[in-house]
């Protein structure tokens, strides 16, 4: 099941440069959202979109932007990466309840 | 800020033992999820409580949702290699927004 895409699975950037994470979606999800993982922390919400050109800030937003210009594509943006935004990026849909994450993309700034 | 504290985060168990996980919050949820995750993959929905002091049974697992909706466990029974893996519950909050806040997580290892 393929419902839900990141884009890249891996990356190494440099501090300082800004990074642009894709999710996609083919489930005609409502909801979409971005979460960082962490050990220790479990999943910790970014940002969140409740419909097109609609979102809000999660829990730990700072350094982080999103946009969603259409149903499917949820970007997150790192304006401007520190080395404390090494994680993994988890992207997830939802209309109700269960929430669908994707594979997730490993994000290193050195 | 609402909070999900999980016990233990660690969890190394025999094959074919009974355990216990536990997820403990000091607010009201209007539901309650468990998810579970393997390496490489995103979590992935098991079950849903949604009525305090509810109980659902998914093969050998067994969850609850306590009766004043703060907490939950996951009990699983005669634990199989296939059960391994990081168990996160995650609860929605009473106040109608399609937001979840995550455990801290339980990684459970099962040895054959």
């Known amino acids: 099941d393929a419902g839900i895409t990141q884009s890249p699975r891996h990356k190494v950037t440099e501090t300082g440069t800004p990074v642009t994470l894709r999710c996609h979606q083919t489930e005609n999800h409502r909801y979409m959202y971005w979460y960082r993982q962490d050990p220790g922390h479990g999943l910790r919400l970014i940002h969140y979109s409740y419909g097109v050109k609609d979102t809000d800030k999660g829990e730990v937003s700072d350094g982080y932007s999103v946009s969603r210009s259409k149903t499917e594509d949820f970007l997150l943006t790192l304006e401007s990466a520190t080395s404390s935004q090494t994680s993994v990026y988890f992207c997830?849909?939802?209309?109700?309840?269960?929430?669908?994450f994707g594979p997730g993309t490993r994000l290193t700034v050195t | 800020t609402q909070l999900l504290e999980q016990s233990p985060q660690f969890l190394s168990i025999q094959e074919g033992e009974n355990l216990t996980v536990y997820c403990n919050s000091s607010?009201?949820?209007?539901?309650l999820q468990w998810y579970r995750q393997e390496p490489g993959e995103g979590p992935v929905l098991l079950v849903t409580v949604v009525t305090g002091g509810e109980v659902k049974k998914l093969k050998r697992l067994t969850f609850q949702f306590g009766d004043a909706r703060k907490d939950s466990s996951l009990h699983i029974t005669a634990a199989q290699p296939g059960d391994t893996g990081l168990y996160l519950c995650?609860?929605?909050?009473?106040?109608?927004?399609?937001?979840?806040?995550f455990g801290t997580g339980t990684r459970l290892t099962i040895i054959p």
């Open positions: 997830a849909g939802a209309d109700y309840d269960e929430q669908y």
């Open positions: 607010s009201v949820f209007s539901s």
């Open positions: 995650a609860g929605k909050s009473n106040f109608g927004n399609e937001k979840l806040t």
